[in-house]
């Protein structure tokens, strides 16, 4: 079966670091994908890792580790709008996701 | 944006009747999601589409069927509507493969009476 778990909700302050982490336990692997979800709206694409190691895209950061089944999103500069929930999700080789449950950020002032 | 849409975006409907959601989309991509979301559950695959006709079942797909006739168009089908399935449904598209991440469309908010 597929097994993805983040943690439910986090805080963080506007300014800082947050870590958002997932771990994951499927039956094949083709792709971690990390997508942003606001209330009452489309999860859109955030990044994407198939190798180990960390992608940057500006604010945003992503890292995997297949030996691990592990990954996490790393948000810098936190703004109230990144204020969402964050959707871990893992391909597998017939192109199906498999999402955990998300994790909800709120960011305070 | 990626060109899908759903429709309807909102339905209120009967418990027993059938009810059918309609996904769109203009990029010609190969393969079709449907999508349910509920509070604590994330969101789950129903079905999946790789193709004109050819379709799979998903992790819950029990109580919904799905046609694909077109490359554009994926129907979802609640035979028999259930207030379990009161949910909101996501469509979703993917060309496969590599760094092809999926697109959502806005999704369609489904109550059960």
């Known amino acids: 079966g597929q097994n993805i778990d983040q943690p439910t909700e986090m805080t963080a302050t506007e300014g800082a670091i947050v870590q958002i982490n997932c771990t994951y336990q499927t039956s094949g692997f083709n792709g971690l994908f990390w997508y942003q979800q606001h209330a009452g709206e489309a999860p859109t694409f955030l990044s994407y890792n198939v190798l180990d190691g960390l992608e940057e895209k500006g604010r945003f950061s992503s890292f995997l580790s297949r030996s691990k089944g592990y990954s996490y999103l790393l948000l810098k500069e936190l703004q109230m709008k990144d204020s969402a929930s964050y959707l871990c999700a893992v391909r597998d080789p017939s192109n199906q996701f498999y999402f955990g449950t998300g994790t909800s950020l709120t960011v305070i002032p | ?113």
């Open chain 2, 1 to 113: 944006d990626a060109g899908i849409t759903q429709s309807p975006r909102h339905k209120v409907t009967e418990t027993g009747t059938p009810v059918t959601l309609r996904c769109h989309q203009t990029e010609n991509h190969r393969y079709m999601y449907w999508y349910r979301q509920d509070p604590g559950h994330g969101l789950r695959l129903i079905h999946y589409s790789y193709g004109v006709k050819d379709t799979d079942k998903g992790e819950v797909s029990d109580g919904y069927s799905v046609s694909r006739s077109k490359t554009e168009d994926f129907l979802l089908t609640l035979e028999s509507a259930t207030s379990s399935q009161t949910s909101v449904y996501f469509c979703a598209i993917s060309s496969g493969g590599g760094y092809n991440e999926q697109f959502f469309g806005p999704g369609t908010r489904l109550t059960v009476l």
